[in-house]
């Protein structure tokens, strides 16, 4: 489709069961909270994991999603030679606004339908972060949701110490 010029390089769209959809427009509030999730685990995790923003994630041979997180398994190639796929992931996280229906209802599934161990929904307008673990049979058997100054776990990294304030940059 690049070749004969259907979509063109950096075009918002992302490979899910086979369909190009087109991504809406990036709004401020949604990039704020991009960049200031990229910072926060850059610099919590630095050298422990990778952080990946906006990039693709392989997830079989019909979806490869570009979740606005990822938080990967160092690999000394720095997935130069392939995407990551869920074996890599450690963390996924995406941030709705006015996504969430499609995040919720299309993303999760597909998350957890291809072992995605853990995904985070970072909920713009009801200003929580939903959190989905425990993948089985193409669903997050356990989910939870919290606001505010609430510690959110973390399964890769346990003592990671971030709460939807931080993410959400809500100070007390």
């Known amino acids: 489709m690049l070749e004969v010029g259907i979509l063109h390089e950096g075009d918002p769209v992302e490979l899910i069961e086979g369909e190009l959809i087109l991504m809406p427009p990036m709004?401020?509030?949604h990039?704020?909270?991009?960049?200031?999730?990229?910072?926060?685990?850059?610099?919590?995790?630095?050298?422990?994991a990778l952080v990946g923003s906006q990039l693709p994630v392989r997830l079989g041979d019909a979806s490869e999603p570009e979740p606005d997180l990822l938080i990967l398994r160092p690999r000394g190639d720095y997935y130069g030679n392939s995407h990551?796929?869920?074996a890599d992931v450690l963390l996924l996280?995406?941030?709705?606004?006015?996504?969430?229906?499609?995040?919720?209802?299309?993303?999760?599934?597909?998350?957890?339908r291809h072992g995605v161990p853990e995904f985070?929904?970072?909920?713009?307008?009801?200003?929580?972060?939903?959190?989905?673990?425990?993948?089985?049979?193409?669903?997050?058997?356990s989910v939870a949701s919290y606001g505010g100054e609430e510690a959110i776990p973390c399964g890769a990294f346990p003592d990671l110490a971030l709460t939807a304030a931080d993410l959400l940059g809500e100070t007390a």
């Open 27 to 29: 709004s401020a509030p």
């Open 31 to 48: 990039a704020g909270v991009v960049y200031r999730l990229n910072a926060l685990f850059t610099s919590r995790l630095a050298g422990n």
């Open 84 to 86: 990551p796929t869920p």
């Open 93 to 112: 996280v995406e941030v709705s606004r006015t996504s969430y229906d499609f995040d919720l209802h299309v993303k999760a599934p597909l998350y957890a």
């Open 120 to 141: 985070w929904l970072v909920n713009l307008g009801a200003r929580q972060v939903e959190r989905f673990t425990d993948p089985v049979e193409g669903m997050y058997t």
